[in-house]
């Protein structure tokens, strides 16, 4: 086999099997050649990085690539150097994840020159219980908003594990206890926008609905809606905590479905308080503590799967969350389909 990048580049299409790329590749790394991977690396991208479809062989190496260096003890700077030189957009966030993985706090604090992955990584260190130390992101940048440091709710979020064989993923549980009687037929009440209730399962199918009753209700008023997702709702569901709510949105927003990756835990982390501040009738310009406050006023209701609206592919999320007042609910739900 040639171990010329260029030769690599260009016959790549014509491999049934790119494992032979990744032993090579591990090969030159513990052998101290790191040029040789970011070199082929680069020269991939530039090949097939822009195409709309690229080879399906490309993913796999550059993928393998990538890991490698990310995972490897000692390549935090080589990685980002790598990574600012040859992908731009969303896959900050995948390489800050993998970063964050294996790498210590302090390690990462040192990376300079690229903003939107020091951002990432801002919020990937909180995440795993690390002080994000000298890494922010400063406003306008959206992940501005989120605190460097996690709120009582978040505390020990399911985050995906990484290794070179790929990204392994756990679903988080939910505890609930009985819901109290409807107590006879709702109030008149009157629809507003749901806003960005479904941030947190950008691309599922959903269902979302937030009402304002002219008097207060019980929190089983959300199965008097009409929804198709509650439609001949007996059984299954029950009320959780704020946390269980949080844990099940950032666990979809930062993971993805069955068919496609997530946001990553920073993106994934704004995505499930997005979710959260709608869900809570939060007002504009709320910090995270705040919405974080009001959400445990609230009384939240799960009904992830209890109908045959859900697919019950992978991801399966029924969340109601009724007002202290009693007079606002919002509904979301979602499932990943096939």
């Not at 000692?74 to 900050?92: I, N």
């Not at 910090?287 to 209701?301: D, P, Y």
Request: aromatic residues 8%.
């Amino acid at each position: 086999m040639t171990e010329d990048p260029t030769e690599i580049a260009v016959a790549l299409t014509s491999l049934d099997d790119t494992s032979s790329l990744g032993t090579l590749v591990e090969r030159r790394l513990t052998d101290g050649d790191v040029r040789f991977a970011v070199d082929l690396g680069t020269e991939l991208w530039r090949r097939y990085g822009s195409e709309p479809n690229p080879p399906w062989q490309f993913g796999s190496v550059f993928d393998d690539i990538l890991r490698r260096l990310a995972l490897r003890p000692g390549m935090v700077t080589e990685t980002a150097e790598f990574f600012t030189t040859v992908a731009v957009g969303r896959r900050a966030r995948y390489v800050a994840s993998l970063l964050a993985t294996e790498h210590t706090a302090s390690e990462m604090r040192a990376l300079t020159g690229n903003a939107e992955l020091s951002a990432c990584l801002s919020q990937e260190l909180p995440l795993r219980a690390l002080p994000p130390g000298r890494l922010w992101a400063r406003p306008p940048h959206p992940l501005s908003w989120l605190p460097l440091a996690l709120t009582p709710m978040e505390k020990w979020p399911d985050l995906p594990r990484h290794s070179l064989r790929g990204t392994s993923l756990s679903r988080p549980g939910v505890r609930v206890s009985p819901v109290p009687d409807g107590g006879g037929p709702l109030p008149s009440w009157r629809e507003t926008d749901a806003g960005q209730i479904a941030a947190a399962v950008n691309g599922w199918q959903v269902e979302a609905r937030i009402v304002t009753f002219a008097e207060a209700v019980t929190p089983h008023a959300f199965a008097g809606l009409g929804l198709a997702s509650t439609e001949g709702l007996t059984e299954g569901f029950g009320v959780c905590s704020a946390a269980d709510g949080w844990h099940q949105l950032f666990a979809a927003a930062s993971m993805g479905g069955a068919y496609g990756w997530g946001e990553f835990g920073a993106y994934g982390r704004l995505a499930a308080w997005r979710s959260v501040a709608a869900l809570t009738g939060a007002p504009p310009g709320a910090s995270a503590g705040e919405v974080a406050t009001l959400a445990e006023t609230c009384t939240w209701v799960w009904f992830g799967g209890a109908t045959g609206w859900f697919g019950g592919v992978m991801w399966d999320i029924g969340l109601a969350v009724l007002s202290a007042d009693g007079r606002r609910l919002a509904v979301l739900a979602a499932t990943d389909t096939d």
